[in-house]
């Protein structure tokens, strides 16, 4: 394994939302506040020219670590550092130029894009803000661009709406490359797009990251996809990553009940069947968690030490995994 440093290091991050009812109506009431704790004691490292999937059921906490790392959520507590650097220093303008450095992909190519906006000025947007660059070598920057993503040079003379959802996602790429950043934070990219355009779009951003060594946080629930991208998966499950391995480690030999849970659910395309953990109850409410291990009353293998302990993370033969027990052996076959 790589000793270099992590280009990205999270360590020990949470982020908590207050939700509370109105203070007038809690003391009428006599409501406690409510406090979401959508990412809870998160640490993981992305080292240079690598992707690092996150994975999880929705409500898990991977879009709030997303906005975390570009500085759209402050932290509660804990550290991000990119190449050495706290994020919390990209508020500002002495924050401009790490921001150059760290671009996110979104969700939805629709929403994400100026609907007012020809796609020329879309992409160039970025340029005026941390660029000195002139009109005419911005729009030859945003010709390269969109050479670079699958498009044509004259298509920045058109509106968002007059592409298909996997061109305009190719446009949003095309944006966040406008200023070389070092690291995109790409939020379920294609989870918008069907089968087909999700291929064409993942090996556009696969050929990217290899030509110009591009680092990834790569956030989706499509394990398939995830399989295809990854070079290392982590598992979230209510706010904190349960297990980090390398990709092949975790799709052939996964560790903790959770990871086996999400892989059982890939459809098995081979027609030869294939042994499946069974898995039952639903994702708790995250405003009343569990307590000790919040995946407890899910696990089939969970004693009583687990429901008042929360595991620690540990390493077991280069796997990051937080769990009674694997830590201490339990017999886990079903």
């Not at 570009?70 to 500002?92: A, E, K």
């Not at 209510?238 to 052939?252: H, K, P, Y």
Request: proline share 7%; hydrophobic share 40%.
């Amino acid at each position: 394994m790589s000793t270099e440093r992590p280009l990205v290091e999270v360590h020990d991050a949470a982020r908590w939302f207050d939700v509370s009812a109105p203070w007038l109506e809690r003391v009428l009431s006599r409501k406690p506040r409510s406090i979401l704790r959508a990412v809870d004691g998160v640490s993981f490292g992305i080292r240079k020219g690598e992707t690092l999937a996150l994975v999880g059921e929705s409500g898990c906490g991977k879009s709030t670590i997303a906005r975390m790392l570009v500085g759209l959520y402050p932290l509660t507590r804990g550290t991000i550092t990119f190449d050495g650097q706290p994020i919390s220093n990209m508020q500002g303008r002495s924050g401009l130029a790490l921001r150059k450095r760290l671009q996110m992909i979104f969700q939805d190519p629709y929403a994400s894009l100026n609907p007012r906006w020809r796609v020329g000025r879309i992409i160039a947007e970025p340029m005026l803000a941390h660029t000195n660059m002139t009109e005419q070598e911005r729009d030859a920057r945003v010709d390269v661009l969109l050479t670079q993503v699958g498009l044509h040079a004259s298509d920045k003379s058109r509106f968002p709406h007059q592409f298909s959802g996997g061109q305009r996602q190719r446009i949003s790429i095309a944006r966040a490359l406008a200023v070389n950043p070092e690291f995109l934070v790409c939020d379920e990219p294609t989870s918008a797009l069907d089968v087909s355009v999700q291929a064409q779009v993942l090996n556009i951003m696969k050929d990217l990251q290899r030509n110009l060594g591009l680092t990834y946080l790569f956030i989706s629930h499509n394990l398939a996809v995830v399989h295809h991208v990854a070079d290392r998966v982590g598992v979230m499950y209510l706010g904190r990553i349960v297990e980090i391995a390398d990709r092949d480690t975790l799709f052939s030999n996964p560790q903790h009940p959770y990871t086996r849970m999400l892989l059982s659910a890939i459809p098995d395309m081979t027609g030869q069947g294939r042994k499946r953990t069974p898995v039952a109850g639903e994702v708790p409410n995250p405003l009343n968690p569990p307590s000790g291990c919040t995946f407890h009353p899910r696990c089939p293998f969970a004693r009583e030490r687990c429901k008042s302990e929360a595991p620690a993370t540990q390493n077991f033969k280069g796997v990051e995994i937080a769990c009674h027990g694997v830590a201490e052996g339990w017999p886990m076959q079903v």
